[in-house]
């Protein structure tokens, strides 16, 4: 990535491993720049889902955003918890639910398109959302 003449790189390394009706994972990513400290930061998380059955899985998923390098009280953790169910096989209904604890100078966003529009915030702010829809496959 090249940001106004800023050298940008990033890594991103993510591993999930499925048990009977379980599936856990865990991603890791780092980003880095040369001269905007603004892009040096790493986030790790780790997600799971829970086939209960009937058609229904459970959906949890963390992600922890560390300080950005230079910028103190800067990181953020997400938190989200899901239910989908299949109605037919081309019919998936959700319901989501995502909180994001930010610090002090952190403004990361609630949510971000994929359900929905994206949902910014201010500086320190938690944004909340739930968001319930269906999925047509074609």
Known sequence: ??????????????????????R??????STS?????QWD?????????LDVGNDTAL????????DYDGTPESGATMITFGIFKKLEKRVDVYAVYTTTSNDDNA???????????EMTTTSGGNPN??????????
């Not at 790493?42 to 997600?47: H, I, L, M, R, S």
């Not at 959906?59 to 560390?66: E, G, S």
């Not at 403004?107 to 529009?117: A, E, L, R, T, V």
């Not at 739930?130 to 074609?138: K, P, Q, R, T």
């Open 1 to 22: 990535l090249n940001n106004n003449n800023s050298e940008v790189s990033g890594l991103r390394l993510m591993g999930s491993y499925v048990f009977n009706k379980a």
């Open 24 to 29: 856990v994972g865990a991603i890791f990513e």
């Open 33 to 37: 720049s040369d001269d905007q400290a």
């Open 41 to 49: 930061r790493d986030v790790f998380g780790f997600n799971g889902s």
């Open 59 to 66: 959906n949890a998923q963390i992600l922890m955003a560390d």
């Open 107 to 117: 403004s990361y966003q609630g949510i971000d398109g994929g359900h929905g529009d």
């Open 129 to 138: 959302a739930l968001s319930v829809g269906f999925v047509y496959s074609i």
